[in-house]
């Protein structure tokens, strides 16, 4: 696994992927993994308004149905957010977007 990861862009040990390295452990690679998704949701959260929160769930809420697409392997991130809107009792549809090969 470890391997795949340092293969994946360039040969000097080094890949695009958070600074993992060839000769990282499982767990540093798991704590780069970690450190990135969650400076993702800080970088997230600071770009977002408290207002433009306030106006999208708004949106959210009055919406009859709610229609949730992803391409490629976002598509995974569609279904978690489609499960979501069903449980809280939304009526949501998820659809895949095919790819261009």
Do not use: W
Not at 15 to 31: E, K, L, P
Not at 70 to 83: K, P, R, S
Request: charged letters at 25%.
């Amino acid at each position: 696994m470890r391997k795949s990861f340092a293969e994946v862009e360039h040969a000097g040990g080094m890949t695009d992927y958070n600074g993992i390295r060839s000769g990282d452990s499982y767990a540093m690679v798991a704590r780069k993994v970690f450190e990135a998704s969650i400076g993702a949701l800080r970088d997230t959260q600071g770009l977002i308004s408290d207002s433009q929160y306030e106006k999208a769930v708004g949106a959210l809420l009055s919406a009859r149905k709610i229609l949730i697409c992803g391409v490629g392997d976002a598509h995974l991130v569609a279904l978690e957010a489609h499960q979501r809107f069903v449980r809280s009792g939304r009526t949501a549809r998820c659809r895949k977007i095919p790819t261009c090969s």
